[in-house]
T-cell receptor, first 113, second 114 residues
Framework: KNQVEQSPQSLIILEGKNCTLQ??????????LRWYKQDTGRGPVSLTI?????NTKSNGRYTATLDADTKQSSLHITASQLSDSASYIC????????????FGAGTRLFVKA | DTAVSQTPKYLVTQMGNDKSIKCEQN?????MYWYKQDSKKFLKIMFS???????INETVPNRFSPKSPDKAHLNLHINSLELGDSAVYFC?????????????FGPGTRLTVT
């Protein structure tokens, strides 16, 4: 069964600190992996996308890594800001010719002053 | 100049009613989607249209009927609403069909069925 599991479920950090969010998946065959940021009451916004051959991708203070062998990805947030408080969703797409995109449940990040 | 817009943002209605949610994108994209985000926050694809043609129809009750009058619009009509239909519904669009294309999401419509 194709699944995307994220951890932790929620996380509280102080402003200025770094944090890392995890994503494990079983989607196969693999096409690409995206990290989305979803602010409360808003739609998800894409942060990064990585294909099989990419190990890391950065977008400002967000850096995503991918290990396609172990089927794991992480999203590292550097020098967190209050505006980083949101849900971060890992999305994995398969490569089957049909539509196979699985969304994780997300990690809810709270950044406190 | 919102890229993907949905109306209404909130919808409260009683069981058994029929309601519609509208979606419009001004990005010039060929593909549009409807997603359902339940209380556990999982986003699940419901439908996808490419150039007004239905290309994805997941296991969704036939009470849900999407309609795409043109490439820029994808509306969702729901008949005989049930309590389990309560969720946030997101519309999205992408340049073309295929998972390599980034999807742009609307702000969501929170549907509450009482």
């Amino acid at each position: 069964k194709n699944q995307v599991e994220q951890s932790p479920q929620s996380l509280i950090i102080l402003e200025g600190k770094n944090c890392t969010l995890q994503c494990n998946y079983t989607v196969s065959p693999f096409s690409n992996l995206r990290w989305y940021k979803q602010d409360t009451g808003r739609g998800p916004v894409s942060l990064t996308i990585m294909t099989f051959s990419e190990n890391t991708k950065s977008n400002g203070r967000y850096t995503a890594t991918l290990d396609a062998d172990t089927k794991q990805s992480s999203l590292h947030i550097t020098a967190s800001q209050l505006s980083d408080s949101a849900s971060y969703i890992c999305v994995v797409s398969g490569d089957t010719g049909g539509f196979k995109t699985i969304f994780g449940a997300g990690t809810r990040l709270f950044v406190k002053a | 100049d919102t890229a993907v817009s949905q109306t209404p943002k909130y919808l409260v209605t009683q069981m058994g009613n029929d309601k519609s949610i509208k979606c419009e994108q001004n990005l010039g994209h060929d593909t549009m989607y409807w997603y359902k985000q339940d209380s556990k926050k999982f986003l699940k694809i419901m439908f996808s249209y490419n150039n007004k043609e239905l290309i994805i129809n997941e296991t969704v009750p036939n009470r849900f009927s999407p309609k795409s009058p043109d490439k820029a619009h994808l509306n969702l009509h729901i008949n005989s609403l049930e309590l389990g239909d309560s969720a946030v519904y997101f519309c999205a669009s992408s340049q073309d069909v295929g998972e390599v294309y980034e999807q742009y999401f609307g702000p969501g419509t929170r549907l509450t069925v009482t």
